[in-house]
């Protein structure tokens, strides 16, 4: 027998006894008697539907002849219930059970005929599998719920967690920009003693929380996808000169060298342009973010078959192949540079990938290696009709 998982109550499993004679009736539950089985007598077909109706048997044992509504009808009607229609019906029959009684029978939904007189070994033998399989169904059912509840449980700390960070978003924006704006008004005063040092000090720890706050806002965006898109026609060269301008200070700073190449003839897009920017700026910061000093990070953008291609490599640390799968997750980050592992939340990519898919694009990793860099490629939808300039 299957035993009952550690922990779970070993509930009663029930057993339907049909037969117009109750000497039979006492004769079959003594048979099956075990710990755990309650048997439910009926000396019609009548009075078995009625136990049908309130409690759910592991097995039916029914006996064929039987005035009134007979097995066969008895067991007819069981199938015709989506109630009933999984309990197993064994048959109890005192005649021969000749090819064409079997045939009936089958067709009525049994699983097997035991002839009388029964055989005490064959009958609890085979009422066992039945028993056994019905708890075993019962505890599937039970661990299901409990998954259902805890799945349920799950969701709802998520959506307290997202609420939660898209307020603590929100709350720490204002005193952040107003932190920025007080350092922008001292660094007016032509003062390049200690108190410059400080200030510096002050303004890259306040620009790596800047980043940590618009991080915790698109986790909110993306985790309640409330990302919106102001959708009409651009050129991708426009988009890609902003994302140039944007990151050349970053680029800079770290000693990187951006090299552009860009086809010349118009790119026509339709979509977000701020939003495409964003996503190209997020792979060239990140490939800057990954690439020990003095690196190149390369920006290429061509058409080929109505799609336009973005390839953003780098010369950087590379991405190990065992964590290539889940660069585009939430805060999924790469292990390599210190600097690195401390800039962000990890939703870069995963930012990404949102915003390349509401343009009905893809953005993949063409290639990586540790030591040896790594190029994404974003594909984006051409526009077939582009507007005539004025």
């Not at 049908?52 to 067991?75: E, H, K, N, R, S």
């Not at 969701?155 to 898209?166: E, M, P, V």
């Not at 920025?180 to 660094?187: E, I, M, P, Q």
């Not at 400080?198 to 800047?210: A, E, G, I, K």
Request: with cysteine; proline share 4%.
């Amino acid at each position: 027998m299957i035993g009952a998982e550690q922990g779970d109550a070993q509930e009663p499993i029930h057993c339907l006894l049909v037969d117009d004679l109750p000497e039979n009736l006492l004769a079959l539950e003594a048979l099956l008697r075990r710990d755990g089985l309650v048997c439910h007598k009926a000396a019609s077909g009548e009075e078995a539907l009625e136990l049908l109706l309130v409690q759910d048997m592991a097995l039916a044992l029914l006996d064929v002849q039987m005035p009134g509504m007979d097995g066969f009808q008895l067991a007819e009607f069981m199938r015709g219930s989506e109630r009933t229609r999984h309990i197993p019906i064994v048959f109890l029959t005192a005649g021969s059970a000749d090819h064409q009684r079997r045939f009936r029978g089958y067709e009525a939904g049994a699983v097997d005929f035991i002839q009388k007189p029964i055989e005490a070994d064959i009958l609890r033998s085979k009422a066992s599998v039945f028993f056994d399989l019905h708890a075993q169904r019962q505890r599937i059912i039970r661990q299901r719920d409990r998954l259902d509840v805890l799945t349920s449980a799950l969701q709802t700390a998520d959506q307290h967690k997202n609420r939660f960070l898209a307020i603590l978003g929100h709350e720490l924006r204002n005193p952040v920009a107003a932190l920025n704006a007080g350092l922008n008004l001292l660094a007016r005063r032509e003062d390049h003693g200690p108190n410059q040092i400080v200030r510096d000090q002050m303004q890259r720890s306040l620009n790596h929380l800047t980043r940590l706050v618009e991080d915790l806002l698109n986790i909110a965006r993306i985790n309640e996808g409330k990302i919106s898109l102001t959708s009409k026609p651009f050129v991708l060269q426009d988009a890609l000169r902003y994302v140039m301008e944007a990151c050349q200070v970053t680029l800079d700073a770290d000693g990187h060298t951006l090299v552009a190449e860009i086809e010349s003839e118009p790119i026509w897009l339709e979509g977000d342009e701020v939003r495409i920017a964003q996503a190209v700026i997020n792979l060239v910061t990140n490939a800057a973010k990954y690439t020990p000093e003095p690196g190149t990070i390369r920006l290429v953008a061509s058409r080929a078959d109505n799609v336009a291609h973005i390839e953003i490599s780098d010369t950087g640390i590379g991405i190990p192949p065992e964590a290539q799968e889940h660069i585009f997750e939430l805060f999924a980050q790469i292990d390599g540079t210190s600097r690195a592992a401390r800039d962000g939340l990890g939703i870069g990519l995963a930012l990404v990938r949102q915003l390349v898919e509401l343009h009905s694009g893809e953005v993949t990793l063409v290639r990586s290696a540790p030591g040896e860099g790594s190029t994404f490629r974003i594909q984006l939808p051409i526009a077939l009709t582009p507007p005539h300039e004025t």
